[in-house]
């Protein structure tokens, strides 16, 4: 096993590209490059083809896919070793749960075992068990061989009894040894091996490509922050400077400190090792940053510290007032620095931000005006909304079946554009059916029965079924009949046009209706796939377009099926467990953006992607939200015993602000929102921030000892004069901002009186109550209204969910009839 060093991305690149060109593999041969994640697979397919000219055959696979197949060709294929996968072994840990759990867990789960609770543990539980067979694979073996009265090691002993030792770690462990005798070539299907950009990888994946060396050639190209090594250095507590070498790197990188510890483990069976070290050129504060970590240079004194100049914009802070603002100012950048560089383009910038959830609506609405000044652009890591539409549609369905049947609820569905034919409804159709149903006085509710269940009155009034018989009787009768049927007042529609228009909708609300009542109740698995099946063929349409997402959405719920059946799980679960389960499976079926794609690349901030950009821009660094809290969960036993290769949130984002850092070529630029949900004081930046500023200030100084990368306070908005007029440190370019704040500056146009004539018309002799209350509660509404006889609708056709609090005119002969008998 060969091991290449380096601290840039592109110069192990170029050593992959000499690999592959000085020893081309046969034209049907894959070049196997193993890689962490997809924006690394897109940025080296790039990277190669720029470097090799016309080449193929590549492929990218992760870490455990390549172990997968290599454990099949070494001890066979294991038809157990699925069941071990979090979907399925969720669903053997909750069987297990319902026939015992442990006394641990009783009052957790409660004593009659809820199964949407008890599958919601089991999942959390899983995921767990499949951390240890990762970074604890010896405590899971030692829980087998030893058993232990503790509830987790009595689960997992239980778990292994009814599975068998076919978890990965015990496979690998038994394909060690068979790996290092070296397998026959030919029962594999790749001649060598590359693992690319490894910055951390799990200790027991390591011993498995170091065994596997001995049968094919491998080659790691590892990433390093710095040439020193570092495994060694014991960082500082968070918020505390060290005193010896790099500081900053000290307790930003443990994620390399660990990682250099796990290649020790490895180092008998390297047959060679290549540094590709580049050390960067200090041409201004950014590179000479970025050298300082390279070469973990302590500090110097105060008096022996470089000047840098303050216009020196390499490294730039900007405090905003929230993510409307960072995304503008960040668009303003962008702009600034592509027409200030013409050898930039779009596709050499990134904006990363650690909550793309709620940045990249954001940035879509900033980045994506139009104009003359529009910048092109791709959101990575969101799903795409072509692909995941139908997902979309079939999860609103079952959210409807399992909701109060409120009349929004329903007219929203009807939007759904991979309804069948018959069940689409054009705009002008779904403001007529909205027209047709207030009169009819449909709220919420599918009939007396229903509400019942919703631990409501057994009233049918407003419910759809009487909403649907009012209409239907008008239609059956004159427009001059008035007369009462079986407690229903007829409703006249005043064309055939809308009777096939309520026959279509109350055709869709039928089959609704029905899967509703059998939904209503807990079911098996298998009954929930049947039913789930039946309602996909019954309401959308299977063309070319979808016939894709049908299919997959199909064989999500024949999954969930088959892993209950074949974990012997037999409990009867909710309908909200079921689109919980089933939103999870399609989620992950929903392909993302693809990375570098063109434009701006804007995704999320995350470790173990470390693709260069001439321009990275961080976004949404304030202390609430980065870096975020270590997600593991109370019970997880690897909180407590950290071992080089363990991963956690906070050191992984920790650990991509450092990637950040390195990976930019010419420019840095880190917003953060002084707007808090929190405080009212405004947010505080992420303390990585404090500590990129004391660490460049401990390093440079400015001209007579100014400090450096001082945070650049914006105004509240993009059109305050500060920016057009030179006071502020950060101009704007926008010519639409720029009319605004002119108009800004101009004095206040003179008011000029609008007299508003009304018909003359002697007042009421008599004022009721509710009238009055009117005039003294709005004036102003009460004259548009009274006087000038306008009226800008009824609130409650908006809201037509509501209950009724007073009795339409309608209604008020069914009421009196009510009350008279």
């Not at 060679?272 to 201004?284: C, F, I, L, V």
Request: contains cysteine.
């Amino acid at each position: 096993m060969e091991l290449i060093r380096s601290n840039q991305t592109e110069n192990l690149a170029d050593a992959l590209a000499s690999l592959i060109r000085e020893s081309p593999l046969g034209p049907f041969q894959n070049e196997v490059i193993v890689v962490q994640s997809r924006g690394m697979e897109r940025w080296l397919t790039l990277a190669l083809a720029e470097r090799l000219g016309v080449w193929g055959n590549p492929s990218f696979p992760f870490p455990r896919a390549v172990i997968e197949e290599v454990l099949e060709c070494a001890i066979g294929r294991s038809e157990m070793a699925p069941a071990y996968t979090p979907d399925r072994l969720k669903w053997t840990i909750a069987r297990l749960l319902q026939d015992s759990a442990p006394e641990e867990l009783i009052s957790y789960l409660g004593a009659e075992a809820d199964p949407d609770r008890v599958l919601r543990f089991a999942a959390s539980l899983s995921a767990v068990y499949d951390d240890y067979v990762v970074y604890r694979p010896t405590l899971l073996s030692d829980w087998v061989e030893r058993p232990s009265t503790r509830w987790q090691p009595e689960l997992w002993h239980r778990v292994a009894q009814a599975l068998g030792p076919h978890d990965l770690a015990s496979r690998i462990r038994e394909a060690l040894p068979r790996l290092r005798r070296g397998l026959d070539p030919s029962e594999l299907s790749f001649e060598r091996l590359h693992v690319f950009a490894l910055e951390t990888i799990p200790p027991l994946f390591l011993q498995f490509f170091s065994a596997l060396s001995h049968s094919v050639p491998t080659t790691l190209y590892v990433l390093e922050p710095s040439k020193e090594y570092l495994a060694d250095v014991l960082p500082s507590p968070e918020g505390q400077a060290s005193t010896d070498g790099h500081a900053f790197l000290s307790n930003v990188g443990r994620l390399s400190h660990g990682f250099q510890q796990v290649l020790l483990s490895v180092d008998h069976d390297l047959s060679g090792q290549r540094d590709a070290y580049q050390p960067a050129e200090r041409t201004n504060l950014l590179s000479s940053l970025q050298a300082d970590i390279f070469d973990f240079r302590s500090p110097p004194a105060p008096a022996d510290r470089p000047v840098r100049s303050l216009s020196d914009s390499s490294i730039t802070l900007h405090a905003c007032a929230g993510p409307t603002r960072e995304a503008q100012v960040v668009f303003e950048a962008v702009q600034g620095a592509l027409e200030e560089d013409p050898t930039l383009e779009p596709e050499d910038i990134v904006v990363m931000a650690p909550d793309l959830e709620t940045y990249a609506p954001v940035f879509r609405a900033v980045f994506g005006q139009r104009g003359r000044h529009r910048i092109p652009y791709e959101v990575h890591d969101r799903l795409t909304r072509e692909d995941a539409r139908f997902y979309d549609d079939v999860l609103a369905v079952l959210d409807v079946l399992d909701s109060r049947f409120s009349v929004l609820d329903l007219l929203r569905l009807i939007d759904a554009s991979s309804m069948r034919e018959d069940f689409r409804f054009s705009p002008e159709e779904r403001a007529r059916l909205t027209e047709l149903l207030s009169a009819a006085g449909v709220r919420w509710g599918i009939d007396a029965e229903h509400r019942a269940e919703l631990a409501f009155p057994a009233e049918p009034l407003h419910t759809w079924r009487a909403g649907f018989g009012r209409l239907f009787l008008g239609f059956a009768s004159s427009p001059e009949d008035t007369g009462v049927f079986e407690g229903l007042l007829p409703r006249g529609a005043p064309s055939l046009e809308d009777a096939a228009l309520v026959a279509r909708l109350s055709r869709l609300a039928e089959t609704l209706f029905e899967v509703q009542r059998q939904a209503r109740h807990p079911r098996s698995m298998g009954d929930w796939a049947e039913l789930i099946e039946g309602l996909c063929t019954s309401l959308f349409s299977e063309d070319d377009e979808s016939s894709a997402a049908v299919r997959v959405v199909r064989e999500a719920i024949r999954n969930l099926k088959e892993s209950a059946e074949q974990s012997g799980f037999d409990g009867a679960l909710p309908l909200k467990t079921i689109r919980r389960e089933l939103a999870g499976l399609l989620l992950r079926e929903t392909p993302a953006v693809g990375f570098m794609q063109r434009g701006v690349t804007i995704a999320e901030l995350v470790p173990l992607r470390p693709v260069p950009f001439r321009l990275v821009c961080l976004v949404g660094l304030s202390e609430e939200s980065f870096p975020r809290a270590d997600k593991r969960l109370s019970f997880d036993e690897t909180r407590d015993s950290h071992r080089p290769g363990d991963r956690n949130q906070r050191h992984d984002d920790r650990h991509a602000f450092l990637q950040a850092i390195l990976c930019a070529r010419d420019r840095l630029i880190v917003t953060y929102g002084t707007a808090s949900s929190r405080s009212r004081d405004g947010a505080s930046p992420s303390p990585l921030l404090w500590e990129l500023r004391e660490t460049v200030n401990r390093y440079y100084q400015g001209p007579d000892e100014a400090p450096l990368i001082e945070p650049i306070k914006h105004p509240r908005h993009a059109f305050d004069t500060s920016y057009f007029d030179g006071s502020a440190p950060f101009q704007s370019s926008s010519r639409r901002y720029l009319h605004i704040a002119e108009a800004l500056r101009e004095p206040p146009a003179e008011r000029v009186a609008v007299e508003l004539r009304a018909e003359a018309r002697e007042p009421d002799p008599l004022v009721s109550m509710a009238e009055l209350a009117t005039w003294l509660w709005n004036p102003v509404a009460a004259f548009i209204d009274k006087v000038l006889r306008t009226q800008f609708g009824d609130s409650e056709l908006y809201e037509p969910t509501s209950a009724v609090t007073k009795i339409a005119a309608l209604d008020a002969s069914v009421v009196g009839n009510t009350a008279l008998r």
